[in-house]
């Protein structure tokens, strides 16, 4: 088997677990630490140590081609020169900013640049299109199972997942701690769909990618497919997670925009859009926790807003793991509550920080340091980087954008190299738009999968 052949199969086999690695680390950590515990290192970095050795083999690869035909084959573009100056500037700015913790620095380095040097260097490579047949399959089938799993989720008894070595609370991340099995609409008891990812936002993210294959390749698994895109779809409503189906939205959108008349689209468009704002306006007022959504709908408002507030104030950035996901990973977990609720339910937990409003009520003898999370990806990358990291990092986003639109939906053809391309431009739009909300890029899952994806349809 050559190295082309051994590198191929290790990926699929990583694309394939991905969704699942939520699952198979909480359980784990159950079966050999016992319940109670937080995830296990050793067992979390399982998908980092199979990506290690897929990038591993393609070096080798790259270097065999350089030895063959010289320095010439190793070509740097835009998008390269773009990854490598944020890289530097990561780096200036840790060196610089004395007070910058290196496990902040690290993990800042995980979410931000593990899935963009992945891409860098598996770009280099080649992969042939039974690889792709292949992986989309494998994603539709892994996609199916966790559809099946997490509409069964939401009927089973919490002390169900804390048996698997679930938290016995919901809706709280908490970085000492297993994680939480599912989340709740605040205020209420309506579960969102989490199947056997760490959130409803990610598997909704996830869910993307299947969902824009069988959008642009309707016969990956025969008429399967489109059993699966619907019950994909159907998990993706139940997660409710708005910037996921926002962006669904948005890619229907696109195909329809791509493959009808401009009179049929109008018309078909017009009447989705009056059907939609019809179910919306009457889930609003049979369930108004869901749509609106008070408190999660002022954070997307009121952080982004500190986020510009910040980057003004220190334009040239915090530094790696300041903001977003690697934020959450350094600080305290914090409980946020309106105004008139109960703080006593979390008294038993002594870990949690509890606010009521602006007002710090648990612990009484510490203060706080709360996570600073955004709420958008690209504010998080400017609050770590800067003005200029931030520039940096969206001419990067615009002229990946640019290349799938060149390599995909204007070309005339329909070949099926061309629907590999659509399929993997979708997902990039999708996490892409989702990212305006959310810190979309945040799951290996979502990252790993779409950043390799995107390496093998712009090969260098």
């Not at 990561?90 to 913790?101: A, C």
């Not at 996570?371 to 990358?381: A, M, S, T």
């Amino acid at each position: 088997m050559t190295l082309q052949n051994v590198r191929q199969h290790l990926t699929i086999v990583l694309l394939g677990l991905l969704p699942f690695h939520a699952f198979i680390v909480t359980v784990g950590t159950k079966l050999i630490a016992g319940p109670g515990n937080a995830p296990l290192t050793y067992l979390a970095l399982w998908k980092e140590a199979v990506l290690g050795v897929i990038l591993l083999i393609a070096v080798v690869e790259i270097l065999k081609k350089v030895k063959r035909n010289g320095l010439r084959v190793i070509r740097i573009d835009v998008l390269d020169v773009c990854i490598l100056l944020l890289l530097l500037l990561s780096i200036v700015l840790f060196i610089t900013h004395h007070s910058s913790r290196i496990n902040q620095f690290l993990y800042g380095f995980k979410y931000d640049f593990i899935p963009l040097i992945t891409f860098m260097i598996l770009r280099r490579v080649e992969w042939s299109d039974q690889f792709m047949n292949h992986v989309f399959k494998v994603i539709l089938i892994a996609a199916a199972i966790i559809s099946v799993y997490g509409i069964l989720g939401m009927y089973m008894h919490q002390q169900f997942f804390v048996w698997l070595g679930y938290s016995d609370l919901h809706s709280l991340y908490q970085s000492d701690a297993p994680l939480a099995a599912f989340q709740q609409i605040g205020g209420s008891a309506i579960r969102r769909i989490q199947s056997t990812m760490s959130g409803p936002n990610q598997l909704g993210l996830w869910l993307i990618i299947p969902f824009s294959v069988v959008l642009s390749h309707k016969k990956v698994i025969s008429h399967w497919s489109l059993v699966i895109g619907t019950f994909v779809l159907f998990t993706m409503l139940f997660t409710l997670s708005r910037s996921a189906l926002l962006a669904t939205a948005v890619l229907v959108g696109v195909m329809l925009w791509k493959q009808l008349p401009r009179k049929k689209f109008f018309q078909l468009s017009g009447a989705l859009f009056c059907i939609s704002f019809v179910c919306l306006f009457a889930l609003q007022a049979i369930a108004p926790s869901i749509v609106s959504r008070a408190a999660s709908t002022r954070d997307h408002i009121s952080r982004p807003l500190q986020a510009l507030q910040v980057m003004i104030q220190n334009p040239f950035g915090l530094g790696l793991g300041t903001a977003g996901p690697a934020s959450n990973r350094v600080s305290d977990t914090c409980v946020y509550l309106e105004e008139g609720d109960d703080p006593s339910w979390a008294q038993i937990h002594e870990n949690l920080c509890v606010f009521v409003g602006d007002t710090q009520v648990q612990p009484v003898d510490a203060e706080c340091t709360c996570p600073f999370l955004p709420e958008n990806w690209y504010l998080q990358i400017g609050v770590e980087l800067g003005v200029l990291g931030f520039v940096l990092y969206l001419s990067l986003i615009f002229l990946l954008v640019k290349r799938l639109l060149v390599c995909s939906f204007l070309r005339n053809n329909e070949s099926t190299n061309q629907r590999f391309s659509c399929s993997v431009a979708l997902a990039f739009f999708g996490i892409a738009i989702a990212a305006l909300f959310l810190h979309a890029w945040e799951d290996a899952a979502v990252a790993y999968t779409v950043w390799i994806l995107l390496a093998t349809r712009l090969q260098k």
